[in-house]
């Protein structure tokens, strides 16, 4: 694991950055996709962890979580609007709500709202769009910010390119229009740190800023 501030540290993975995981505190953030149960379980060994939630239910974040949550006996948190999707082993790919099928279904114990204390100084910031439950993780004391796929700190397939939105069709991104209005809410933090789920650390608030405001209205 990789420390990127106090408390915060990004699991390392192959390929780099390609999907990320993060330990806040003692809770572990995302959990790649199914094949991502090995690394996960090699490199917390011995963190002690108290939970594993979620930046948003889609299967390259919650792919390995029903089997992580077993391996280590932690309880599963989410975002409120995810929790539906996740205690049935599901995606939400359009606005209106219709899912296809997901990874491993897993009880949720706490879901996750506005505001709410989570670990290790970081509040719950709700930042739907990309999923109708995502959540983003705040620390203002050094404006540290988690943002799951809110925005991509490249593109992930290509594993390279510039800080961008999440690809907009529905699939990918159900309703467009709330994630970017998600991506300007993050932006305007003008977060020191960010932790992408896609993509390298960036410590350079302008460089967020810049590519949120080229996104439409
Ligand atoms: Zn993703």
Redesign the pocket.
């Known amino acids: 694991m990789q420390q990127l501030a106090d408390d915060v540290w990004l699991l390392s993975g192959f390929p780099r950055f390609g999907v990320n995981v993060y330990v806040i505190g003692d809770v572990l953030v995302d959990a790649g996709t199914r094949l991502d149960k090995g690394r996960i379980l090699k490199q917390v060994r011995g963190h002690g962890l108290r939970a594993h939630a979620l930046t948003h239910a889609?299967p390259?974040?919650y792919g390995s979580s029903h089997a992580v949550c077993d391996a280590l006996n932690l309880p599963l948190w989410c975002g409120d609007a995810d929790a539906y999707a996740v205690e049935h082993g599901k995606l939400v790919v359009s606005k209106g709500g219709r899912m296809l099928p997901g990874p491993p279904a897993h009880p949720v114990a706490r879901r996750l709202r506005e505001g709410d204390e989570f670990a290790a100084g970081f509040v719950v910031l709700d930042t739907p769009g990309h999923t109708p439950g995502h959540v983003s993780y705040w620390r203002e004391s050094d404006r540290t910010l988690i943002c799951g796929?809110v925005m991509w700190g490249w593109n992930?397939f290509l594993l390279r390119g510039p800080i961008r939105e999440p690809f907009t069709a529905q699939l990918f991104t159900p309703d467009v229009t709330r994630n970017r209005e998600s991506a300007r809410r993050i932006a305007a933090l003008e977060p020191a740190l960010v932790g992408f789920?896609?993509g390298p650390p960036l410590r350079d608030p302008a460089k967020l800023a810049a590519a949120v405001a080229k996104l439409p209205a």
């Open positions: 889609d390259d974040h796929d992930p789920g896609h």
